[in-house]
């Protein structure tokens, strides 16, 4: 089956720790995307990459840090600046333009502890 | 920047009764996504609108995007317990700007 999966869906860290998730598709999209979902405050944009080994920031970038080696997989890393980690991590794809539809994963659940 | 408003932020209904969520942007916007997404679910496209004035249907949902392309509506006519999840609007203002998404509308529907 196509689609986005991403690993774990629930992780829990000790506060301090740097934490990957995983995002992995195989709908042969250009384009991924990481955004962090926070109760009644919507979706906001972590990172995206339009292309193989190029990344660009996005709203909320602080903390974060992405890599892009290949086209299927997009792994976010929380680090340890991150003020407030907590949170449902949502990674999606598309063809290749930010207006081309985004398919989600199933997202991953952090908690820092 | 560029922002997405959507009203309301929370709305209650009974079932059979019509819903609407309203989705504003302080600049014109190139087209419109909407999504939904489920309670513990993942965000799932639901339509894109381009074009001025455009509506869309798909069975009891109806999908506007206003004459000046600043505003969208997502309408549910009689509602049931499966509508029932979070609606996102989602605006960009070009092929190579960034999707913006509104805060969402959460819709609960009591049976």
């Known amino acids: 089956d196509g689609g986005i999966t991403q690993s774990p869906k629930y992780l829990f860290r000790k506060e301090g720790q740097n934490v990957t998730l995983s995002c992995e598709q195989n709908?042969?999209?250009?384009?991924m995307y990481w955004y962090r979902q926070d109760p009644g405050q919507g979706l906001r944009l972590i990172y995206y990459s339009q292309i193989v080994n190029d990344f660009q920031k996005g709203d909320i970038a602080e903390g974060y840090s992405v890599s892009r080696e290949k086209k299927e997989s997009f792994p976010l890393t929380v680090t340890s600046a991150q003020k407030n980690p907590t949170a449902f991590y949502l990674c999606a794809s598309s063809i290749g333009r930010f207006t081309d539809t985004q398919y989600f994963g199933p997202g991953t659940r952090l908690t820092v502890l | 920047g560029q922002q997405v408003m959507q009203i309301p932020q929370y709305q209650h209904v009974q079932e059979g009764e019509d819903f609407t969520t309203y989705c504003n942007s302080s600049?014109?916007?190139?087209?419109i996504q909407w999504y939904k997404q489920r309670p513990g679910g993942h965000p799932v496209f639901l339509i894109q609108?381009?074009?001025?004035?455009e509506v869309k249907k798909q069975k009891r949902l109806t999908f506007q995007f206003g004459e000046a392309k600043k505003n969208s509506s997502l309408h549910i006519t009689a509602t049931q317990t499966t509508d029932v999840g979070t609606y996102f609007c989602?605006?960009?203002?070009?092929?190579?700007?960034?999707?913006?998404f509104g805060k969402g509308t959460k819709l609960t529907v009591n049976p």
């Open positions: 609108l381009v074009k001025s004035g």
């Open positions: 600049t014109t916007l190139s087209n």
């Open positions: 989602a605006g960009s203002q070009g092929g190579s700007e960034k999707l913006v």
């Open positions: 709908l042969n999209h250009d384009a």
